[in-house]
Structure formats: structure tokens, C-alpha cells
């Protein structure tokens, strides 16, 4: 087989673990950064790419990308081949510890003895996380590990996603009237729903008033899921704080209200990254797949956009 490896910032990650995967699994593959395209039979794709007319590339049978999020390459209307999209266990496990983190700091107040210039003795002790409720927009792969993670904290995990869902031990919402019940009674909002037009501004104005005074915001799907305006005025109103890390342009620009505002925390797109160690299983499981005929992993399903 002919692979493609069409990422070319990522290319020194993989160059020496996807060849070594190929061959522990027993597949005779030869992994290019530059092929005559009809002779290519899958690509490894990001965003980033040079790749982006996929018309001549007529046998591929499958092209994986290395992020999770597909909004950049989704629509792209020269590409028939199948599109997979990276689900991978070091990638879900980094965006459950960035959860978790944030997700503490907020629950145990820890700011105000992290930076004390003071010296203010406030005893104040923190509630229980079992009466701390979170709502956690997206019940993905990324959202329900993270829910889970939360309740194992005791934390109570209400989610909410576009489908509905029974999901044992796990309260589940769909719909405009169960994401005005999620929001309403949560203390933390998560959000980890994909960038479509139907996510688009999903927390605006109108949905952000439904959160009860002091709540707080952990954005680590997509920036445009929140209304940046709205954001802001709902921060300078009652709402607690915002800890973003996914953003409408990245970097933020340097003159982004964001960087400045005293209830919001910027990180710069680190909540979770492929991880080149567990990613090339999943590289290497769907190249089987292609090889074999068989139905690939993690298809992402172009009407639905994710
Ligand atoms: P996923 O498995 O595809 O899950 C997406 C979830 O969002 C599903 O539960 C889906 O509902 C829900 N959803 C989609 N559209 C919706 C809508 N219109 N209304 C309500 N719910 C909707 O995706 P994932 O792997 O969990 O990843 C989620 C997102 O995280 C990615 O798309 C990416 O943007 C972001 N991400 C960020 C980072 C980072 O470093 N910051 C890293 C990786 C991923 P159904 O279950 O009903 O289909």
C-alpha cells in the first residue's frame, strides 16, 4: 500500500512510529510525503495541509485526519473519499485532565490562595462536588469521558447533545427545552460539541441569561460555539468566569478583549493534542480496514458535518 503522509508539520512525529505500527502489525505499506496522486491508496491528513484539491487522488480509499475537529476539511468539495476523523485515547485523556484541572480550580476557589498579596486568612471552605452540578454540552467521545471523569469526583453530570440518549448512570438531555434545563441548574458548563452551523453562536445572549449568577464556562471544543459579545457582557453581569481555549482566530490577537478580561483564563489550544504514541493504533487499525474492505473507524458524516 501507498500512504500519503499529507501533514508535513507533524511528519517528524510520525516518520520513524507510524513505519514501525505498519510493520508490528504486518502490513506491507510504504509511507510517502510526496506520491504521484493516483497511486495513492490512503492519506494522513491535517488541516494545515498543502493538500487541498483531492480530485486526482482516485484510488485513495480513505483519508484520516490527525485532529478530531474535521470543520476545516468537512466541507471541501472535492473530496469523495471517505473522511475519518482522530478519535484517540491520549487525545481523550488530555482533554479529561484539562477538565478535570479547570474544572477543580474553579470548584475549590483555589485563586484566591494562589495569588494572596494580602495574606487574607478566608477559611471559607468549598462545597462538596456532589453539589456542584455540570452541564456538559457534547456526550461525544470527548464529552462523556470527561462526564465521566466528573462523576467520579461526585460531581452531578447532567449532558446534553444533539440525539437523544440513554446512557446508563448519566442524566441526558436533548433539544432547546433540555439545553435550557442543563444550563438553568448548572454551576460549570462544558462545552465539547464540534464547530457547525447548527453549534455556531450555540451560547448566545439569550441562552447564556438561563445560567445562574456565578457559573462558570470551560470552552475547550470550538471557539465560535460562543458568542464572543454575548460573552462578555454576560461575564460583566453575573456570570463567574470563562476558561477558553479554543478561540474564532487563532493565536488570539494580542489586542483580543479576551487576554485582558479579569474573569477570563486564555489557553492557547493545549486542552488536548493527538498523540503521535496512541494515534498511529488508530492510524494503523483504519489502514487495515482500508486494505481490507472492511468499514473504517470514526467516519465522520459530511450532512451532519462531524
Ligand atoms: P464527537 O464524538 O463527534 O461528539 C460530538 C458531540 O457533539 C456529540 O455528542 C453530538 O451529539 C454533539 N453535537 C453535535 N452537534 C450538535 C448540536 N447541533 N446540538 C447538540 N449536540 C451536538 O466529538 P468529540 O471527539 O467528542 O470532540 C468534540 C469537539 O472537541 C471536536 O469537534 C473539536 O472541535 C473539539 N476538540 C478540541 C480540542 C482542543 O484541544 N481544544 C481537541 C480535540 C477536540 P450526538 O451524540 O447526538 O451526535
Known amino acids: 500500500m501507498l500512504i500519503l503522509f499529507a501533514a508535513p508539520a507533524l511528519w517528524p512525529e510520525y516518520e520513524t512510529l507510524l513505519p514501525a505500527a505498519l510493520a508490528r502489525a504486518g502490513i506491507a505499506a510504504q509511507v510517502v510525503t510526496e506520491a504521484a496522486p493516483e497511486e495513492v491508496d490512503v492519506i494522513i491528513y491535517a488541516p494545515s495541509s498543502w493538500l487541498q484539491d483531492f480530485t486526482p487522488y482516485v484510488k485513495a480509499k480513505a483519508v484520516l485526519n490527525l485532529w478530531a475537529g474535521v470543520e476545516r476539511i468537512v466541507g471541501n468539495a472535492t473530496l469523495t473519499q471517505a473522511l475519518c476523523r482522530m478519535v484517540d485515547p491520549g487525545l481523550t485523556e488530555g482533554m479529561v485532565e484539562w477538565v478535570l484541572g479547570h474544572a477543580l480550580r474553579h470548584h475549590l476557589g483555589m485563586d484566591r490562595h494562589i495569588v494572596n498579596p494580602g495574606h ?14 455540570v452541564a456538559m454540552l457534547g456526550l461525544g467521545e470527548l464529552g462523556l469521558a470527561c462526564a465521566r471523569a466528573l462523576q ?19 442524566r441526558s438531555l ?21 464547530k457547525t452551523p447548527e453549534t455556531e453562536n450555540l451560547l448566545n445572549a439569550e441562552r447564556l441569561a438561563f445560567l445562574p ?24 453581569g453575573g456570570l463567574g468566569h470563562a476558561t477558553l481555549d479554543v478561540f474564532r482566530t487563532e493565536p488570539l490577537p494580542q489586542d483580543h478583549p479576551f487576554w485582558t478580561h479579569p474573569k477570563i483564563t486564555v489557553t492557547p489550544h493545549i486542552a488536548a493534542d493527538t498523540r503521535p504514541e496512541t494515534a498511529v493504533g488508530v492510524l494503523v487499525a483504519n489502514i487495515a480496514r482500508a486494505r481490507d474492505g472492511l468499514p473504517l473507524l470514526h467516519l465522520v458524516d459530511r450532512a451532519r458535518g462531524y
Open 120 to 133: 487574607v486568612w478566608d477559611a471559607t471552605c468549598p462545597p462538596l462536588a456532589r453539589s456542584r452540578p
Open 213 to 236: 449568577k456565578g457559573a462558570v464556562i470551560l470552552n475547550p471544543g470550538r471557539g465560535p460555539l460562543i458568542d464572543d459579545q454575548a460573552l462578555l457582557a454576560a461575564l460583566d
Open 174 to 194: 436533548h433539544g432547546e427545552t433540555g439545553l435550557k434545563e442543563a444550563l438553568s441548574q448548572a454551576q460549570i458548563v462544558v462545552t465539547l460539541l464540534p
Open 152 to 170: 467520579a469526583m461526585n460531581f452531578p453530570v447532567t449532558g446534553w447533545s444533539r440525539t437523544a440518549k440513554d446512557i446508563p448512570g448519566l
